[in-house]
């Protein structure tokens, strides 16, 4: 049985495939009205559409998370249709080029860096000034285990998801009293179309690190978002919980 969410409005960015669609199945799932948010419109309402038979609680929007304007339109449009905002899981993300820092760009670095993290910061400013005044909601910000221990190749996504990390926690002691939790979650390698950013190298690097010997499944990191989304987790706040397969016990 799951969690249940019963009535919550929920936020998905990035949620028109893979961790992202995962993340609003899952929540819609457990009785919550989505918000599957992603800079593909079309992909955005396929999503929307395949979560079935429930339509009325779900709505797809297209955002782009690096503009601002597109962000507040994305919120305006969640509380147009249905009055508030429970959730809030930024999930929008990019690896960028697998490429030693010598053969990285500037402009890739902050393209990544624009997607992954100031988007977070973008969003979260735009939901919390409605989350203070009901004195209620919570934040999932997906980070990343390259957040933690950093990964060769991939420098902008790890600056990036350890940014998101620390961001989840400043965040999580400034509303503490407003009812607010703030949460990250930090997946090793998943099986998702982003793996196919990531040259091979880079990609065995990385499941050599990881105990289970396996990529995890975007179902289990689902798992984990509606445990911290849910009431469930009311007194858990400012944490960052793996979905690592062991990689990482810290």
């Known amino acids: 049985m799951f969690l249940q969410l019963p009535d919550r ?36 309402i396929a999503a929307a559409r ?20 597109s962000v507040n339109a994305m919120v305006e449009a969640a509380l147009g249709a249905y009055g508030r905002i429970d959730i809030l899981v930024n999930n929008a993300g990019i690896t960028g080029h697998s490429v030693p820092l010598w053969e990285l760009t500037y402009e890739e670095y902050q393209r990544v860096l624009a997607v992954d993290l100031d988007g977070v910061f973008l969003c979260c400013k735009a939901v919390i000034g409605h989350m203070r005044e009901r004195k209620r909601g919570a934040i999932v910000n997906i980070a990343s285990i390259a957040g933690k221990e950093g990964n060769p190749t991939l420098i902008p996504y790890s600056v990036a998801k350890a940014g998101v990390i620390a961001l989840t926690k400043a965040l999580a002691k400034e509303v503490v009293g407003d009812g607010i939790r703030v949460n990250a979650v930090a997946p090793a390698v998943i099986e998702t ?33 509606h445990f911290l989304a849910s009431d469930d987790a009311s007194f858990v706040t400012g944490q960052t919980y793996d979905v690592s397969g062991g990689r990482a016990t810290y």
């Not at 395949?50 to 304007?69: S, Y």
């Not at 982003?194 to 179902?219: D, F």
Request: hydrophobic share 50%; charged share 25%.
């Open 193 to 225: 179309d982003m793996l196919s950013q990531m040259t091979e190298e880079t990609v065995r690097y990385i499941l050599a690190k990881i105990p289970m010997n396996r990529p995890g499944s975007v179902e289990e990191v689902a798992a984990v978002v």
């Open 9 to 44: 409005v929920a936020i998905v960015t990035g949620g028109a495939r893979g961790i992202g669609r995962a993340i609003a199945e899952r929540l819609q799932a457990a009785g919550a009205r989505v918000i599957v948010a992603d800079c593909d419109g079309k992909a955005a």
């Open 50 to 69: 395949a979560l079935g038979e429930h339509r009325e609680r779900v709505l797809a929007v297209e955002a782009d998370v690096t503009d601002p304007a």
